[in-house]
Each structure stands twice: as C-alpha cells, then as structure tokens.
C-alpha cells in the first residue's frame, strides 16, 4: 500500500494550553542546548505510573491520552543560566521507582539533561530497560519525576496536576509500539475517540477524521475493525489518532519495534512527511539505529538511566565516542570490521605490513573521487575491504574501510591529505 501525500490540516484547532506571546516570554524554541554526559551504567528502565505500577490504566483515556478536564494555571518556567530555551526540555532529571514487596527503589533515570527545539525530530536511542520508555512517558505527564523539570514550550509539565494536565495532553500526540487500538471500534470511531472525549461535535469530527484517513492512506478502511488490518495499518490508525488534536508534539513509544522492514520504512516516512507539512516536534524512541538514520535530526543515546552521548546524527554516526554508541552503529553504517580482516589484526606496525584505517565521508567532499586522488596524488596502492555508503539527514555519508602500506610515513602523509579534505580517519590496525 502505497502512504497518500499528507493533507494541509491546519494545526492547534484546539486552544492550546502551551501559551506564547506576551503570556510565556519565555516559551519560543531555540537552538537545542543540550550537552551530552557519559557515566557508568547499571541502573535499569521501570515504565508505570508515579505510584509504581508497572502499566498505565487500562482507560480510554490513557490510551488517547487526553482528558476533557480544563486548565487552572500555566507555569512558566525558565531556562537554566546560559542554556538556550527549547521547545522540549529535559532539566536535571531523575525518576526513581518505590521500593515494592521488601526489595530496593529502582532508579530509571539518572541526571537527564535533552533538549529539543520546535520543529525538530529527536531520536532517543537505548537497549532494552536502559529508560527510553519511562523518559518519553514523563513529557506528557504519564510518569512524574522524582527531580527536575520537564518544561515543554515554557510549560513545566513536571508540576501540573491530573486536571491542568488534560489540556496539555491534547497537544502532545503519542503513538505506541502495540497500537493501543480499541478491539471494539472502527477504524473511523478509533481516530474519532479522542475528539468525543474532548466534546467536539459530530460534523466537526467527521471534518477532522477524513481527512486525516486520507492523509495515511485508509480512507478505504474507515468502516474496518483492528482484526482486519495488518500492522502496518493498524499503527497508521494510531498515527491517525495521535494527531486528531492538532497536536504540536508527538511521541513515539517504538512504533516501529513490531513492523517488518518494508512496513517500518513506510510508516517512517509517513512520519517524517508529517512533520514537514505540520512543523511537528517530534521525539520517538527505539533500539533500531536504522530508525535514527531514517528519520531523525539529532539522537540521544541512553544508558543505565543516563544519556551518555547526543549529538546531530551525521556526527554520532561519523565519530561515536561511546562504546554503547559503537555497538549499535557497528551494523549500521558498516562499522564493524569483516571477520577475514579482525582475526588477522595486530595493534602494532608489521614489516613489509598494511595499515587497516577507516574513512568517514560526509560533507561536501562526500561525493568527491577521494581514493583515486589520495592514489595518484601519494603514489599509493590501496585495497577497499569492505564499505557503506547511504544518506543520513538527508546528506551522503559513506565509510570505507581501506588497507594501505603501514609504514609512519606513508600513514602521516594519507592522514594530512585526507584531513585537508575534513574526512574522519581512524587506524584500525595492521596485517601482514
């Protein structure tokens, strides 16, 4: 199935709890001012509620994540001193779990510290209980810290009640990894629920759903139910619903854990598409480096509870400097050196031997004939052992691993000449 071309709905229908102007100074986006912190791991992820428990409540209104209550006051919140405002922002974070049946407090996360700008598609990536769940459960108020703020456009989330908190939940539009469809409701009444829940009348919801069921192509399937879909349309269904609210924020809770390859391209796409027509900020979590890749502006890699390292993707991807980071982009980018080449690596120089180096392209000489003119220029012989060369970001970026004559001088001289180019080297090794 083909995804239709995104339709031009407009945004914030709803009044939006998010004030800007004169009300909340404070509030535009900036530039992300996020700074990235490495610690040792060992704590592990607890998603639930604050008292908790290990799932949300199985309600309506957990699954569409809005209320009818109404606002009693906005807070606002600054920036910390020299940290440029985002439109999402994570401050010194920490949200520990009670201690349950005799056993300790789990502490999820530790010192979050993440900002995301308006506009902007934030990919946090992490291993199975590293805390992705529980940090994306606290933007929408699901989870509540232990410490720290959570301020989304100059709205500190982290000190709202239940009621101020419905209103803000109409404007932050989530998507889950297993649909959180109604078993009982058509596609069309599926989309529609969080509109009833919010007392929008009949006509004005049928203008809302439609349109939208076009947008991701199920406009044929609006009188289906979810055991006639296939996942693909089922999360399609879900992205439907998240944005019946005009929302100005989406999550994404691994909504693409569940899809094969194919599907999960697809409903990427729809998502990035999305964001480009509607200026959605976006942050999604998941432990799929291709998702990153796919989709995302910067990433945010978390660990036991910490963020370790965040950056713009092409500059994690070009020089990770986390071992976690590695780990997930060694089959990725082609990173991971071939089994024929690593049995035979030696740290140190071999007589008569050959250099192993990697060769990150990115940039504006991505695209350019750099081996041929490192060959010709420096009178080397190179051998190409193995490489991947893609988009990311919507920029080339290639890396190569090479084998050329091991000697300092020679190493010394390719290195200069690939530096002047602002390539990314790295010596591997040698082999004889």
Request: net charge positive.
């Amino acid at each position: 199935m083909s995804d239709a071309t995104p339709q031009a709905l407009p945004l914030q229908a709803f009044p939006s709890p998010f004030r800007r102007g004169q009300a909340n100074p404070r509030g535009a986006a900036g530039a992300p001012g996020a700074t990235g912190t490495r610690a040792p791991t060992g704590t592990r992820d607890a998603t639930g509620t604050a008292g908790g428990s290990r799932r949300p409540p199985e309600s309506a209104h957990a699954v569409v994540g809005v209320e009818a209550a109404r606002p009693d006051a906005d807070v606002d919140a600054a920036p910390a001193p020299g940290q440029a405002p985002g439109f999402i922002e994570f401050r010194q974070v920490r949200k520990t779990f009670a201690a349950r049946r005799g056993g300790a407090p789990v502490t999820a996360l530790e010192r979050i510290d993440l900002s995301v700008a308006r506009g902007e598609i934030v990919g946090v990536i992490g291993r199975s209980g590293a805390g992705k769940s529980t940090l994306i459960r606290l933007v929408n108020g699901l989870e509540k810290p232990s410490s720290g703020r959570i301020v989304v456009d100059g709205v500190e989330i982290s000190s709202l009640g239940e009621r101020q908190l419905g209103p803000v939940r109409r404007s932050i539009g989530m998507i889950f990894q297993h649909f959180n469809l109604l078993s009982s409701r058509s596609v069309y009444g599926n989309v529609a629920l969080p509109l009833e829940i919010a007392g929008v009348d009949k006509a004005a919801i049928r203008a809302r759903v439609e349109p939208l069921l076009e947008m991701v192509g199920l406009a044929d399937k609006r009188d289906r139910y979810p055991a006639e879909l296939s996942g693909g349309q089922k999360q399609r269904v879900g992205i439907a619903r998240a944005l019946a609210t005009k929302p100005s924020v989406l999550l994404s809770d691994e909504a693409t854990s569940a899809l094969d390859p194919e599907t999960t391209a697809s409903i990427l796409d729809l998502l990035a598409r999305i964001q480009r027509e509607f200026g959605l900020t976006i942050l999604l979590i998941t432990h799929e480096m291709s998702v990153i890749r796919r989709i995302a502006h910067r990433v945010a890699v978390i660990d036991g509870g910490r963020i370790v390292e965040q950056g713009r993707v092409a500059d994690v991807f070009a020089n990770p400097g986390h071992e976690v980071t590695r780990s997930f982009l060694d089959s990725e980018t082609g990173r991971r050196v071939p089994a024929f080449v690593a049995e035979r690596l030696q740290p140190d120089p071999i007589p008569g031997g050959r250099a192993v180096m990697r060769i990150v392209f990115r940039g504006e000489h991505a695209t350019d004939p750099v081996l041929s003119q490192l060959s010709r220029e420096l009178g080397l012989d190179l051998n190409i052992l193995s490489g991947s060369i893609e988009r990311i970001a919507g920029q080339p970026f290639g890396i190569l691993l090479v084998a050329l004559p091991g000697d300092a001088d020679t190493l010394a001289r390719a290195r200069t000449f690939l530096d002047a180019r602002r390539l990314h080297t790295e010596l591997i090794g040698h082999v004889a």
